[in-house]
């Protein structure tokens, strides 16, 4: 199982939201590469670097973030938040970013993501599904979209899709521990997936439990900020 560790960008700052409420912000590093520099030092490999910014924008915000990350750590990054144009998917990848993270666009244009799986390849491209009560929630989780969470992972398997981040809304920034019930449906309902889980972690023994369900990996950010897991224990799963 992949640990992925998180960093949220707001104004180019590290941040983390509860249940992605922007008015519940924390600011938790001035650069994000302190944090980025600190997930590599302790042997992570991969990071989930999302711009809130550009998810509420509903275009790329912090282009800067993302070639500093990329210029300046080996860290293997995916990079989600309002990304809607064929410019912006190539520009990602020029700068290094490794997959990108589609969540409104996937809800709204299908066609135009089916473009970039067969354009990129599937091993490029991740479906964010943010979900809460079942539904898809979109715009930086401003908007509930008319479609369930299964309805969502079925169309897209069909398109193709092999990588599937699902956060759970509510438990999101939580630290009440992730919903592993959910993750177990859509494995048994999409075995051929490679799940990421997010949403909920709070403590070593919630990603043992993930680990023990068969997800691909399980991004984990506000209980690394607030010191409920260490780095190092990161690194013995």
Same mark, same amino acid.
């Given at each position: 199982?992949? @640990? @992925? ?13 509860? %249940?992605?409420? $922007?008015?519940?912000? !924390? ?5 994000? *590469?302190?944090?980025?520099?600190? =997930?590599?030092?302790?042997?992570? %490999? $991969? ?8 998810? !509420? ?35 990602? =990848?020029?700068?290094?970013? +490794? %997959? ?23 091993? /490029? ?25 299964? +309805? ?6 069909? *398109? ?9 809304? /509510?438990?999101?920034?939580? #630290? ?5 019930? #959910? ?8 075995? +051929? ?14 990603? +043992? ?12 950010? !506000?209980?690394?900020?607030?010191? /409920? ?9």
């Amino acid at each position: 199982m992949r @640990i @992925i560790p998180a960093i949220d960008i707001i104004d180019g700052k590290c941040v983390r939201l509860t %249940q992605g409420d $922007y008015a519940q912000k !924390k600011i938790y590093h001035e650069n994000p *590469l302190d944090a980025a520099r600190a =997930f590599e030092d302790a042997g992570l %490999q $991969y990071l989930h670097l999302v711009d809130l910014d550009g998810a !509420k924008a509903g275009k790329v915000i912090n282009w800067d973030v993302a070639e500093m990350l990329t210029r300046n750590t080996s860290l293997q990054i995916d990079f989600g938040g309002g990304i809607k144009t064929d410019r912006e998917v190539n520009d990602l =990848f020029a700068l290094g970013i +490794q %997959q990108v993270n589609l969540g409104s666009i996937a809800v709204k244009e299908p066609e135009k993501v089916a473009g970039w799986i067969e354009t990129f390849g599937a091993q /490029r491209i991740i479906l964010s599904a943010d979900v809460k009560d079942e539904r898809i929630a979109i715009a930086g989780w401003q908007e509930n979209a008319p479609i369930t969470i299964t +309805q969502f992972l079925r169309n897209y398997v069909q *398109l193709g899709i092999e990588y599937v981040t699902c956060t759970d809304i /509510r438990t999101d920034g939580m #630290l009440t521990g992730p919903n592993v019930e #959910l993750y177990k449906r859509l494995l048994l309902n999409f075995p +051929q997936l490679a799940l990421i889980a997010s949403g909920g972690v709070s403590c070593i023994e919630d990603l +043992q439990q993930l680990k023990q369900i068969g997800v691909d990996g399980v991004i984990v950010g !506000k209980a690394i900020y607030e010191g /409920r897991i260490t780095l190092p224990e990161l690194t013995t799963l």
